[in-house]
Structure formats: C-alpha cells, structure tokens
C-alpha cells in the first residue's frame, strides 16, 4: 500500500471513531498538541492513559469483590476513570463512568457490579482501536509519510 | 515577585502583568497523572515554563509555605500562576487557594482553578477566596491561551 492509501485509510478509520462516540473533541485536542518537538506526544499520553485505567479497574474489581464495599474508596478510583477518560476523549468509557457514579452513590451492589463490566468493555474496546490508529501511523511513519492533521469539518 | 509595577492602576489583573520578555513559571497541581501531563503540555505550548505538583501539601512545599517551617521567605519558588485542580484527595484545590491566599509570600499569586464539575456553590465559593477564573475540563489550547494572555499581557 502506497503512502496516500495508507494516510486515507487512517482518515477515514479516525472518522469512523468519533462518528460512532469511541472518541470526542478532547482526542483532537490532543493530537493538536503533538508536533515536531513532541512527535509521540498522543501515543504517551494514551500509553499513560491505559496503564493507569487497567490499575484502576483492577482496583475496582477488588473494591466490589469485599464482604463490605467501600462505595467511598470506589467511587474515588471511578472519579479518576472518569477523569482521564474524559482528558483523553474516550467518550464511551467517560460515559460509562458517570453512571457508574450514580450506581455507587445509590449503592446499588449488583448494577455496580454489571456497570463494572460495561466500564472494562468499553475501555478494552477503545484501547484496541486506538492500538489499530498507532499501529496505521507506525506504518505512515515507516513508509516515509507524515500523520494527516484531523479537521473537525465531519 | 509577579509585577507590582502595573501597566495600568485601573487594570483589574495588574497582579497578572509579567515583565517583558519574562517566561511565565506556572505550578500546576492535580492529581491525576494524565492530567497533569495533558496540562503541562498545554502550558508548555504557550511559552510557559511548568512545575507540576500532584498534591497540595507538596505544591505548598514547592512555593515555600510548607507547615513544618515557619516563615521561610526566600526558600520558595517563585511562580506567576497556581493552576489546580479542584478534587483532590487529603487537601483540596480550594485548600489550597486559602493557604496560599493568607500567605504574605504567595498571596498576590493568581490562582486558577480546575474542576470537571460546574457547580455554582463551588466556583463562588472560589472567587470569593480570591480565585483569579474557575476552568472546566478537560482543558483545551483555547482556555490556557486565554489564561496566559492575561498573564503576560494585560493591554486591555
């Protein structure tokens, strides 16, 4: 695949993630920030991103397996998700986070529970597109060609 | 010190206005990591010079004010903006205004703060402890150029 193929198909796959909520606005912020002196400055950040969610989720899962939940200590971890997910534009998984908010809140332990698991499924699912995207860039990059810069227009 | 020589006595910001051709030194506090890096980048991209502290008690040891020294003028750093965040845990962003608002040393330093959540209550009770602007994130290019247009430049 030529250079030009491979800078539309990163297109047209970093439009589809936005069309279908998996990102918002924030990830264009970010990608606005990268720039000659800071080349990797996204793929850190979202690097960042997934180490400190899979602590937190691990972290959750634990606070929700206790005899007696910590809805306190929860929603502190969930506050953090939400946090960076929302930093980054992972639209979903912020999303997911602020109901999960309301389900510590009204302590309800079997909804949290289920919510839990939406949480983990909507973040491996943004971290496996968003490892797609790098892994398209990588191969720009390898092939002489720079990343587009994304326009807002769609 | 954060100029005391005003461009101009009906400026509101005075307290703001740097000497020409100084780089900004901002101490940004938060702590969430993502967030901290997101923030610094952002300031760094507006000619900003960046501490960042991931909780109040080291921000206040970083501007000098920590508790277990008295008066120690001098030993802080010096810094022409305080950006933190609102939701921390152990002490809060609004804490932390307050400490550095009733220090002789550090209360002419605008501070700024951060919060995901725009509640009413929250930010008046900010800009009455003296909060220079309440920012909602997740921050963007747009409101830290804003921040530090009136930083370096306040002509009106």
Not at chain 1, 32 to 41: A, G, R, V, W
Not at chain 2, 45 to 69: I, Q, Y
Not at chain 2, 83 to 102: A, N, Q, S, V
Request: with cysteine.
């Amino acid at each position: 695949m030529e250079v030009g193929q491979m800078q539309r198909q990163w297109m047209d796959y970093t439009k589809s993630l936005f069309l279908e909520g998996y990102l918002d606005g924030q990830f264009l912020q970010l990608q606005q920030l990268q720039d000659d002196s800071n080349p990797d400055f996204v793929a850190e950040v979202v690097s960042l991103f997934f180490e400190d969610s899979e602590r937190l989720l691990n972290d959750l899962t634990n606070a929700l397996d206790q005899k007696c939940i910590d809805f306190k200590k929860a929603d502190a971890h969930i506050h953090q998700l939400k946090g960076s997910s929302s930093s980054i534009g992972a639209e979903r998984v912020k999303n997911c986070c602020i109901i999960f908010r309301s389900l510590c809140e009204e302590q309800n332990i079997d909804a949290c529970i289920r919510c839990l698991q939406q949480v983990k499924q909507e973040y491996f699912l943004v971290k496996n597109k968003l490892e797609t995207l790098f892994g398209m860039e990588q191969q720009i990059v390898a092939a002489g060609g720079s990343i587009p810069k994304m326009e807002l227009s769609f | 010190m954060a100029s005391g020589s005003a461009a101009s006595s009906s400026s509101s910001c005075s307290n703001w206005v740097m000497e020409n051709g100084d780089v900004p030194h901002v101490l940004a506090v938060d702590d969430n990591l993502i967030d901290r890096k997101l923030i610094e980048k952002l300031l760094r991209n507006s000619s900003c010079r960046v501490t960042t502290a991931e909780n109040g008690p080291r921000a206040l040891e970083f501007l000098g004010l920590a508790s277990d020294k008295q008066n120690n003028l001098g030993t802080g750093s010096k810094v022409n903006l305080v950006i933190t965040d609102y939701c921390m845990p152990g002490m809060t962003g609004y804490e932390l205004l307050k400490k550095i608002k009733e220090s002789a040393i550090t209360k002419e330093v605008p501070v700024v703060i951060m919060s995901s959540e725009n509640i009413p209550t929250r930010v008046n009770e900010c800009m009455e402890k003296g909060a220079q602007m309440f920012i909602q994130k997740p921050l963007k290019q747009s409101d830290v150029k804003k921040l530090t247009c009136q930083l370096m430049n306040c002509k009106g």
